[in-house]
């Protein structure tokens, strides 16, 4: 039985999971932590040195080098297209952080690659292992609700993502392609349709203040294939007083009831101390640590979830399993389509036009 052998590209503010993930799956003997690729040289060393890999600042050497059965991709979004190519054409297997790309032509580039070399492309869309989006799913499903008629999403982020962790880099993203499109996919997989229409507005005004520059906030209304319209607000510009870096929800109703999942406040931990400006709260059913009967740090929720999916998926492969038999996953389709309603979300705001998706 082969253990799998992962490697990361893009070690930053996220990148850290990805590590925390394949490290104690490596307890159990589940994964192997071979390799991490990342540009700044000292988050790299510093990474290296709590996680123990073959460490590169190159990913075309790392996927030279290191035979690797598995990688995954948590670089900044218009990075995504080359390293799941460069990935595909080296043969291994491809986890990829959301959007998948930022135009539908690279995600068709990609997906296409990918199918080409037989190797799995998986987008980690982790909304979708929500247990409580998975339950709203299945009353969906049921038909709890009837035909669902509109609904409703809200996610924020306090100002800090932008100012701080991403100063260089969020006027070429946006609230929609940071944020958003996690709802964008979610709210997909729940209606079981895919967008039609989008109009879109927004505001450039705090982050043209603060010297960083690009959309505060987007509001966008999807029209979906089977008649739901969804409003989908997003935002990062929430005041650094408020109690939880994102704010998040989503509201559907339909002709024989509604569902309404809050997830800032389902889930979370209030604390206060120290010099802490206000009370925090910490979204525990997305990530939380807790130790091992060795001592020994352990993440859960759906944040790891999501990545521990594709490494089962990977390993399934390994054992002579096909893509056909890996099941229900946000696959490159999903990101193709997640990323289509981001461009048309765009597309709106620059020209003022519903636009057809």
């Known amino acids: 039985m082969a253990t799998p052998r992962l490697g990361i590209i893009g070690l930053g503010t996220f990148g850290i999971n990805h ?16 390799a991490g690729c990342e540009v ?9 040195e709590e996680f123990d890999f073959a460490p590169y600042t190159d990913y075309a050497e790392m996927l030279d080098k290191e035979q690797l059965d598995g990688v ?10 080359d390293i799941v190519v460069a990935a595909a054409q080296a043969g291994v297997n491809v986890l990829c952080e959301k959007p998948l ?13 990918c199918q080409k070399a037989g190797v ?27 035909a669902i008629e509109y609904g409703y999403v809200h996610m924020e982020d306090r100002v800090e993502v932008p100012r701080d962790w991403f100063p260089g880099w969020a006027k070429s993203s946006s609230p929609a392609w940071f944020l ?24 450039q005004d705090k982050l043209a203040e603060l010297g ?19 409003a989908f607000d997003t935002a990062w510009i929430l005041p650094d007083g408020f109690p939880a870096i994102v704010n998040q929800g989503i509201r559907l109703v339909g002709t024989e009831g509604l569902l309404e999942c809050d997830s800032q406040d389902r889930g979370t931990m209030t604390v206060c101390s120290g010099d802490e400006p206000a009370n925090q709260t910490h979204n525990e059913s997305f990530l939380r640590v807790r130790s091992d009967v060795q001592g020994r740090e352990v993440w859960e929720g759906y944040g790891m979830t999501s990545i521990e999916h594709f490494v089962s998926n ?28 981001a461009t048309a979300v765009h597309e709106s705001l620059e020209t003022g036009n519903v636009v057809q998706i």
């Open 101 to 113: 790309d930022v135009t539908a032509k690279g995600c068709v580039e990609m997906i296409e690659a």
């Open 19 to 34: 590590l925390r993930c394949f490290r104690q799956l490596g307890y159990t003997g589940t994964a192997q932590l071979v």
């Open 120 to 146: 799995l492309l998986q987008v980690d869309f982790h909304k979708r292992y929500d247990e409580y989006h998975r339950r709203m799913r299945q009353k969906i499903a049921a038909g709890d609700l009837g």
């Open 72 to 81: 995954t991709v948590v670089t900044p979004d218009h990075l995504h297209h």
């Open 180 to 203: 958003g499109i996690h709802f964008y996919d979610l709210a997909r997989w729940l209606l079981d349709a895919d967008g039609q229409a989008v109009w879109a507005t927004g505001r």
């Open 40 to 48: 700044n040289e000292s988050l790299l060393e510093e990474r290296q």
């Open 212 to 230: 960083i520059g690009g959309w505060d906030s987007i509001s966008a209304k999807v029209v979906f294939d089977n008649g739901t319209t969804v």
């Open 314 to 341: 990977v390993d399934m492969l390994l054992e002579g399993g096909t893509l056909q038999d890996l099941g229900d996953y946000p696959d490159g389709n999903d990101g193709l389509q997640a990323t289509k309603i």
